[in-house]
């Protein structure tokens, strides 16, 4: 029967590209054998509870044979009917070109630009690990099995996250690795020698060796790797891309494009296959009902058992903490000039005394960025340990970052210099494509963090991050605003947070500021009539002392720590925050972008170049930001 089973799968995969006209049938082909053992024997999951959070969990990294996963979804009786099959990469359809987010239909992350499903799938094993822990592995105990490609394993992404999870010993690892040898433009040995098997050996990997078609291998293969829990496990399948196809298969051909009538005719007479290729044998459906079964069974288990562990009043309170969404503690006020990663870490620290699940780190930056939960380090010997230390790894940081989020009510932060995040973006847009809670907290936001230079001095960073749908872009300018920021991005279920904050000093501002008010975006710190100065962090202070410089003229204040909320503002609202004289923005960054979010200005003070490398102060001077220069270019407008 199994060779009936494959054979569907691959049929109904090439058929859904062909009706498509597009897509990628190479992959589904080559590894059919390897899903079908992977849903048939091990994967527990149930179509009952899709989301159950002690399910195995299933990374297709190699997300461009997105047709593998949704035939083994629908033959496993997820809610994935036919149509939807038929509907393959069209409009609104569940199936679409790549696998998109769903943990209710049985997709575990979003993957398509490669690499990305590889570091997701090493954050859901490190969250498994620091849960199992916390909560008993009676409660959290399963694996992360995922398919990986060539192409995966070229991106410098899935190696700075292999190196990891291989230092953590990240041991419920099972990835396989697609073997084929073939990427979009033709053979890989053209552009990688690498022996995969002794690369990812050196990381601390356990690898093996298999045909990816000897169902015997495949089977063998998980149950060994499965008993080796003290390092992840990546198993190398070789495959024949496009098999079965008459003149495709073994060729890049097969890899991107359908097959086409000719060679569709020739494939299926390879399989013998006769009738309607979107009609298929009960039996292959049935095939899977006694794994579902069996996983049903365990997920009642598995309630029955956390019910139990419920009557337990010190378990209760762990597990209500764990499941709030609720975060609560108490302003910060600031009374002296402090860094904004400086009292950003302050409030960072109250938020982790309260909340045990929290978790996140630095790329090698924690001395500088000051975010720090707790005092204990994750590592392979200290499962509990909250602080992650990722090296300089940023971009499989914020993928690992995405992959706890992605595993359950765990919240996560990666932090490092807003210059970096460009080393991030992939991962970021990612966040906000699914929808995730992710974190990103970053610091040394402008030209003032002075003498690292233009190098390090970012400029186009936020506007930039701005652009990204979805995406939350904070940056605080006092106390009340950073407590304020630090309750909207770890409370929120809306979506990424990326917040943004000073190396240097800033000077106390006053302001009763309500969170309501806050997560409207923007606010007015200062009345006037005469002109509006809208800025943001470290710039509202600056903005403040330009107002009593102009002391003949009456300037209001707008602090915008979320430019990104006025998008859709009410057109009062604005207004009010607008004023009826001329407006001006301070953001020590470009220009470009202001008036998308607040209408027509009348001038802007930004950073439209590179910086420089010098002492902040004189940095200000030379680029005409300091309040003296801004004061009397106003004034000159005024006048």
């Known amino acids: ?62 997300g461009h044979g997105s047709m593998l996963l949704y035939s083994l979804l629908h033959f496993n009786g997820f809610d994935l009917t036919m149509e939807d099959v038929k509907k393959f990469r069209q409009l609104n359809s569940k199936t679409p070109g790549h696998p998109e987010y769903s943990s209710k239909e049985g997709i575990d992350t979003t993957t398509g630009p490669l690499g990305q499903g590889f570091a997701n799938g090493v954050g859901m094993a490190l969250a498994e690990r620091y849960l199992s822990e916390k909560l008993g592995e009676d409660v959290i105990n399963h694996h992360v099995y995922g398919i990986v490609s060539d192409g995966d394993l070229m991106e410098g992404v899935s190696t700075e996250a292999a190196e990891l999870a291989g230092t953590w010993g990240l041991g419920k690892i099972i990835y396989f690795f697609d073997n084929n040898n073939i990427s979009i433009d033709g053979f890989v040995e053209k552009v990688s020698i690498t022996n995969q098997k002794s690369k990812f050996e050196s990381m601390g ?44 298969a073994n060729t890049a051909s097969s890899h991107g494009e359908p097959l086409g009538e ?42 029955n058992n956390l019910e139990t562990r419920l009557s337990d009043k010190k378990f209760k309170s762990l597990w209500e903490d764990f499941t709030s969404k609720d975060i609560s503690f108490e302003d910060l006020e600031l009374k002296e000039p402090k860094a904004s990663r400086v009292s950003g870490g302050e409030v960072l620290s109250k938020i982790a005394e309260n909340n045990e699940f929290i978790l996140g780190g630095s790329a090698d930056l924690a001395a500088s960025t000051k975010q720090l939960v707790g005092k204990e380090y994750f590592a392979k010997d200290n499962a509990l340990g909250r602080n992650i230390e990722y090296g300089v790894r940023e971009h499989a940081m914020a993928g690992i970052t995405n992959g706890i989020v992605l595993h359950s009510n765990l919240k ?12 991030m973006r992939p991962s970021i847009r990612l966040s906000a494509l699914m929808g995730i809670n992710s974190v990103f907290i970053f610091t040394h936001d402008s030209l003032l963090l002075g003498e ?58 006053n302001s009763n500021l309500t969170q309501e008010e806050f997560n409207k975006g923007a606010y007015i710190v200062k009345e006037g009539s005469d002109a509006s100065i809208f800025a943001s962090g470290s710039e509202v202070s600056t903005a403040l002392k330009i107002a ?92």
């Open 548 to 639: 009593d410089e102009l002391n003949e003229f009456s300037i209001q204040v707008v602090s915008t720590p979320i430019l990104n909320k006025l998008i859709d503002i009410d057109n009062e609202t604005l207004e009010e925050l607008r004023g009826q004289g001329r407006v001006f923005t301070l953001e020590i960054a470009t220009s470009v972008g202001w008036a998308n979010y607040i209408g027509e200005i009348d001038g802007s003070f930004s950073l439209d170049s590179f910086g420089s490398s010098a002492p902040k102060d004189d940095l200000e001077n030379y680029f005409k930001l300091d309040t003296k220069a801004i004061s009397e270019s106003i004034r000159k407008k005024l006048n």
């Open 452 to 509: 690292d230079g233009p190098t390090h001095q970012p400029v186009e960073h936020l506007m930039s991050l701005r652009l990204i749908p979805n995406l939350d872009v904070i940056r605080p300018s006092n106390g009340s605003e950073i407590s304020c920021a630090y309750r909207y991005a770890f409370s929120s279920n809306k979506g990424p947070t990326a917040i943004v904050l000073s190396r240097q000093d800033l000077d106390p501002v």
């Open 1 to 62: 029967m199994f060779n009936e089973v494959t054979k569907s799968i691959r049929v109904l995969c090439a058929s859904a590209v062909e009706k498509a006209n597009s897509g990628h049938p190479g992959m589904p082909l080559g590894m059919a054998e390897v899903g079908t053992v992977l849903f048939k024997e091990f994967l527990n999951v149930t179509p009952e509870k899709p989301d159950w959070i002690n399910r195995d969990r299933f990374v297709l990294s190699a």
């Open 262 to 303: 000719k060679e569709m005719e020739g494939f299926l007479d390879n399989l013998g296959w006769v009738g309607d290729v979107f009609e298929h044998p009960k039996e292959v459906y049935e095939y899977f009902s006694e794994k579902r079964a069996q996983s049903s069974n365990d997920f009642y288990e598995w309630s």
């Open 412 to 423: 996560a932060f990666a932090s490092t210099f807003l210059v970096f995040s460009d080393y």
């Open 205 to 248: 990997w356990h690898v093996l060796e298999i045909d990816a078609h000897n169902y015997d291998q495949i089977i063998s293969s998980i149950t060994e790797a499965q008993s080796n829990l003290s390092k992840p496990s990546l198993i190398v399948a070789t495959s024949e891309i496009g098999k079965y196809a008459p003149t495709k």
